[in-house]
Each structure stands twice: as structure tokens, then as C-alpha cells.
């Protein structure tokens, strides 16, 4: 079966950092691109990031670009996404997911990152 | 960044009606439409990919049609279980890109 489970949400001060990891399991990671997506409680989605297979390229929001680093560990099957210099509109679920080049296949089922002071 | 415009942005309709749910991207993006449902508190699930294929295991009364700028979710015959949000997202270039959303509540 193929599942995606999110990690490493949680309760940070801004200005923080978190590190959310992202474990592939039931398919090979290195054979999609993958995203990050986020989205505000009660509000839409709104795509964060992307890295291609071999981790080589990589694209952000213009919101998050600088701040946040997103990579993967193909060997572990595991996508990351390291959050720098955290602010109160970061507050949201996140979601990693799998895209072929087509559409969003596979997510997993989000992790709640919470900036408050 | 190319702009999605869903409409409406919200609709009540009864179980056995036919709802259209139209998305407008802000430039051609040929047939990169995708379709998500998403359920309170659950994950998105793809529905429709390149603007009119179906996913594998989702029920034939979901269709999507369109290609350019305009495009259009169908579902033929409203069943219980649809009453979700649904957002339309291209994939023609990064930034990925979705809609709105559109809100399916029970009439």
C-alpha cells in the first residue's frame, strides 16, 4: 500500500525552526517529484515546494524562498523540509505529496506547524 | 504565477443533482488541470488529471472537461458521500498553482 506519513509538526516561537520529514513507504521515492503544500486552517491550499527525482533542482514560493529548504534522502525514501526564520503565517497543516509530472497523486495526511509566541 | 479562478466558490444541491463546478486559469495551460476533493480534516484525493482523465478508483458520475482556460468538474448524480470541497490546480508550470476551493453542502 502506498502511504505517506508527515513528521516533525509542532508548537515553535518566531523566528523559530522545525524540520519536517515526510516517510514514503508501499512505492520508490526517486521515482516522483515531490511537494510540500500547506494550508491554513478553514482556508485553501497553497503549494510551498518541489524537488525533482535526483534532488538536483528545486522551487519555492516566493513567500518561503530563503527560509525554507527543501530536500530528500531517496535511499531512506524520505523527503524533507528544513523551516528557517519561522513567522506567525507559516501557522498551518502541511502535506507532502507525490506528482508524476501530471497531478498531486499520493499525500499523506499532514502535520500541524504551529508559530506562536 | 498563473492564476485559478473557481466559481462558485460555495453551492448547496440535494443527493441525485447534477453539479458543475468551473475553474479559470489565467493563461492557456492546455490540458495540466488537475481535480482534488477534500474531506474535513483529511488529506486531498486526485480525482481528475489532465483535465479529463479519470483517477483509478474514483466513480464514473466525476468527469472534468475543458483544456486552454476554462475548464469544468461534472458530477452527474450527487451522492452522500461528495459533499466535500473541491480545487482545481495546474501542473503547465511551477508554481503549482489551485483555486479557491468550491464547497459541496447538502441543500
Known amino acids: 500500500e502506498v502511504q505517506l506519513v508527515e513528521s516533525g509538526g509542532d508548537l515553535v516561537q518566531p523566528g523559530g525552526s522545525l524540520r519536517l520529514s515526510c516517510a514514503a513507504s508501499?512505492?520508490?521515492?526517486?521515482?516522483?517529484?515531490m511537494h510540500w503544500v500547506r494550508q491554513v486552517a478553514g482556508k485553501g491550499l497553497v503549494w510551498v515546494s518541489r524537488?525533482?527525482?535526483?534532488?538536483?533542482?528545486?522551487n519555492y514560493a516566493d513567500s518561503v524562498k530563503g527560509r525554507f529548504t527543501i530536500s530528500r534522502d531517496n535511499a531512506k525514501n524520505t523527503l524533507y523540509l528544513q523551516m528557517n526564520s519561522l513567522r506567525v503565517e507559516d501557522t498551518a497543516v502541511y502535506y507532502c505529496?507525490?506528482?508524476?509530472?501530471?497531478?498531486?497523486?499520493?499525500w499523506g495526511q499532514g502535520t500541524l506547524v504551529t508559530v506562536s509566541s | 504565477d498563473i492564476q485559478m479562478t473557481q466559481s462558485p466558490l460555495s453551492l448547496s444541491a440535494s443527493v441525485g443533482d447534477r453539479v458543475s463546478i468551473t475553474c479559470r486559469a489565467s493563461?492557456?495551460?492546455?490540458?495540466?488541470l488537475n481535480w482534488y476533493q477534500q474531506k474535513p480534516g483529511k488529506a486531498p484525493k486526485l480525482l481528475i488529471y489532465?483535465?479529463?482523465s479519470l483517477q483509478t478508483g474514483v466513480p464514473s458520475r466525476f468527469s472534468g472537461s475543458g483544456s486552454g482556460t476554462d475548464f469544468t468538474l461534472t458530477i452527474s448524480s450527487l451522492q452522500p458521500e461528495d459533499f466535500a470541497t473541491y480545487y482545481c490546480?495546474?501542473?503547465?508550470?511551477?508554481?503549482?498553482?489551485f483555486g479557491q476551493g468550491t464547497k459541496v453542502d447538502i441543500k
Open positions: 493563461q492557456s495551460i492546455s490540458s495540466y
Open positions: 489532465g483535465a479529463s
Open positions: 524537488i525533482n527525482n535526483d534532488g538536483n533542482t528545486t
Open positions: 505529496a507525490t506528482e508524476d509530472g501530471r497531478a498531486f497523486q499520493h
Open positions: 508501499g512505492f520508490t521515492l526517486s521515482s516522483y517529484w
Open positions: 490546480q495546474q501542473s503547465y508550470t511551477t508554481p503549482r498553482t
